[in-house]
């Protein structure tokens, strides 16, 4: 278990470095450039030149590449090209954005999910079949568009909710009971859009699963020897179901934060998403970088942290007899 | 797949439901000149015909089913012609993953020793890479088009296929018809292309469907950041995109691109799903 654990841990390092190294040869390839976007049209091309030089971007691109490494490797992020401030900053703010949205809406589609899958397992055939065509639906929606239809209904309709940020104008103003209710209401339509979308697929995988489990002989065996029906749902079917459900859950991370990413420009959410459209538009390299790297970490530890409920919850993975 | 397999599809409800709606978006595409109004950009009196709520007639007579958007023009007609470039971009995509997906995929069965297992180590490695930061990196950094969305969705969604063809191909090595056709003296690529491979392609059908669905969920997601297909020329992303700015005055211009891709990514669901049943004997239903 330990030996492949390393060996996952070890994929996961190589997978990172060739996201990085990926995207800064293909930053580098691409026209544009950000010395360019950031003095405008009318520098003369000695001052281009002049900022080029101060940034270290006439360098030959293996000297900047592994100079990035290095740097990056002793926490030194560098500065954002746009905006001049140092990289380190302008991610701490915008992690725990990211990670607040999408580990509540992780909890909050997979705790439906897993109801919502249950229940159609055991439903009748009629209400099975309304469910299913609820969650095929929810499965399908665009976040970017349902984040608009919320909006529309919840902001400019019945004018409830806010639709923009993650906090009010006042927010600094405003103290405890009053400043929570402010996050909560910000927080409302982006987690439900989030999250909604991640139960359609939930509930679409908890229903096969517990499907697949209950047809196995030892739930048959369970039956035979007269336990109650809830207690061989509980026990026997859901505990058994949830080991694949707790791997697609790890798995689930890089969508999942995918659909952040547009989620959070449409609601302006002040996340990595976010962060990275706009680095991208502005061919602000060193943030671009930074924001990869930590997104290709979290989306590996997310993977990593499945793997290891896998083995806790399933003792033959556990005592390594589960190699497939 | 047999003809069997087509009838069982078309019977399985999911199925014949899928199908259809994907039938109908693709005659509309097909014949959008035909069922609206005519140019998709085609604006006139832009102060008089903006804004049109759905079902009214403008004073040229133009009847607007859809209503019309900030520059008054037909919000059917764009959607019509929108269909042209988010199925057409969405079934390319998957056309170009696929054939990646089974090159890669058969490659990596025949050649076992290292060539085989760099290829699936290759694959393992860039289906763990980030996808929308890939797009976003590759959308971004070149000048946006419709053939862009093509290759970037192309390269960045064969890994499935390769695995799925690799497994399939494998196992169907093993099964006696090619172990009778290789004690014939048929050459192995020859085996591997004229009997292994047309078997192994049931799955990859399946896959393809689902696949059909995500890649045109994608493109819209690309132009409604401004990554994809640019306006005029409409598509259902850039269409939802320019619709948010209206979501006040008119929320039918970004209401009707988003059902029509949430119709047809349902309806690719349903059909995927009702494909994995009718070839899948154990998980046919009575």
Known sequence: MLAALARRAVTGLAVVAGVVTLTFFLLQLAPGDPVERLLGPAATPEQVLAQRRALGLDRPLMVQYVAWLGQFARGDWGRSIATGRPVLGLLAEAVPATVELVGLSLVASYLVGILVGAIQATARPRLDTALSVTTVTLFALPGYWLGLMLVMVFTYWARWLPAFGAAGLDADLLTGWARLVDRLRHLALPLTTLALIGVGGAARFVRGAMRDVRAQPFVTAAQAKGLAPPRVLLRHVLRNSLIPIVTLLGLSLPALFSGAVFVEAVFAWPGVGRKLVEAVGARDYPVVMAATTISAMLVVAGNLVADLAVAWLDPRIRHGEGDR | ?286
Do not use: K
């Open chain 2, 1 to 286: 797949m047999t003809r069997a397999d087509w009838r069982r599809v078309v019977r399985d409800r999911r199925g014949a439901l899928g199908g259809a709606v994907l039938l109908l978006a693709v005659i509309t595409a097909l014949a959008a000149p035909l069922v609206s109004a005519g140019d998709p950009a085609a604006q006139r009196d832009v102060v008089a015909t903006r804004f049109l709520s759905p079902l009214t007639t403008d004073g040229h007579g133009v009847f607007h089913p859809l209503g019309t958007d900030r520059f008054g023009r037909d919000v059917w007609t764009r959607l019509a012609y929108g269909a042209r470039i988010s199925l057409g971009v969405g079934g390319l995509a998957v056309l170009l993953s696929v054939l990646i997906g089974v090159v890669v995929g058969a490659a990596a069965a025949y050649w076992r020793g290292p060539v085989g297992a760099a290829l699936l180590a290759f694959t393992d490695f860039a289906l763990a890479l980030p996808r929308v930061v890939l797009l976003l990196l590759l959308g971004a950094l070149w000048r946006p088009s419709a053939l862009l969305v093509i290759v970037v969705l192309g390269l960045t969604g064969w890994m499935s296929v390769a695995r799925l063809v690799h497994g399939e191909v494998r196992s169907l090595a093993a099964r006696p018809f090619v172990e009778a056709a290789l004690a014939l003296g048929v050459p192995p690529d020859r085996v591997l292309r004229r009997h292994i491979l047309p078997n192994a392609l049931t799955p990859v059908i399946v896959s393809a469907a689902l696949g059909i669905g995500n890649a045109i969920m994608l493109e819209a997601g690309l132009s409604f950041l401004g990554l994809g297909v640019q306006p005029p020329t409409p598509s259902w992303g850039n269409m939802i995109a320019s619709g948010r700015d209206t979501l006040v005055n008119a929320p039918w211009v970004a209401t009707a691109p988003g059902v029509a891709l949430v119709a047809v990514v349902v309806a690719c669901t349903l059909l995927g799903d009702a494909l994995q049943d009718a070839l899948d004997p154990t998980r046919r239903r009575p």
